[in-house]
T-cell receptor, first 112, second 112 residues
Framework: EAGVAQSPRYKIIEKRQSVAFWCNPI?????LYWYQQILGQGPKLLIQ????????DSQLPKDRFSAERLKGVDSTLKIQPAKLEDSAVYLC??????????FGPGTRLTVL | AQSVSQHNHHVILSEAASLELGCNYS??????LFWYVQYPGQHLQLLLK??????LVKGIKGFEAEFIKSKFSFNLRKPSVQWSDTAEYFC??????????FGAGTRLTVKP
């Protein structure tokens, strides 16, 4: 069974630029999550989708972050414009029943 | 909302030493509890989980964890660590199937 795929693996941008990350969950997993993991901290949930609907985006900084999952499968997370403090690893996870989450390798973002 | 505390930021042990990593959470209701491990350069992997039943949970690679409801704790243990156990360990709590909250992580270094 293929795992959660994410791209790119690494991204370096300058502040005020825009960036987008892509996630392909495990086939058949209805729930998809985006997490932000800042160095030295545990992952923090940004947004949770159930199929193509948003379940929880309470911790998503909506002034600059956006995410979509239009067809209920792949998802993209965008930051526009990026700030220095957005430097982190962005993790995508998916689950079938809502509790057992499987994580992708993450995208390491560096904002200069 | 629930929160998770991992009190040990960095633990250094010699091979064959016993390990116990602390995890406490704050939530009064029903919880699902997890330990994830992140080996250097790899993505988060599930080590073990507790949903219900026997509070002593056995996971992969000889790890176990004990859920003590009265103490709101879910400590991770291993009787004899190996060099290959060097990794970052994250405790996570999922309350009422809502969003997952992670602790800050404990970095384990095992000296050969």
């Amino acid at each position: 069974e293929a795992g959660v795929a994410q791209s790119p693996r690494y991204k370096i941008i300058e502040k005020r630029q825009s960036v987008a990350f892509w996630c392909n969950p495990i086939s058949g997993h209805a729930t998809l999550y985006w997490y932000q993991q800042i160095l030295g901290q545990g992952p923090k949930l940004l947004i949770q989708f159930q199929n193509n609907g948003v379940v929880d985006d309470s911790q998503l900084p909506k002034d600059r972050f956006s995410a979509e999952r239009l067809k209920g499968v792949d998802s993209t997370l965008k930051i526009q414009p990026a700030k220095l403090e957005d430097s982190a690893v962005y993790l995508c996870a998916s689950s079938l029943l809502g509790s057992m989450q499987y994580f992708g390798p993450g995208t390491r973002l560096t904002v200069l | 909302a629930q929160s998770v505390s991992q009190h040990n930021h960095h633990v250094i042990l010699s091979e064959a030493a016993s390990l116990e990593l602390g995890c406490n959470y704050s939530y009064g209701g029903t919880v699902n509890l997890f330990w994830y491990v992140q080996y250097p350069g790899q993505h988060l992997q599930l080590l073990l989980k507790y949903f219900s039943g026997d509070p002593l949970v056995k996971g992969i690679k000889g790890f176990e964890a004990e859920f003590i409801k009265s103490k709101f704790s879910f400590n991770l243990r291993k009787p004899s660590v190996q060099w290959s156990d060097t990794a970052e360990y994250f405790c996570a709590v999922n309350a009422d199937n809502n969003d997952m909250r992670f602790g800050a992580g404990t970095r384990l270094t095992v000296k050969p």
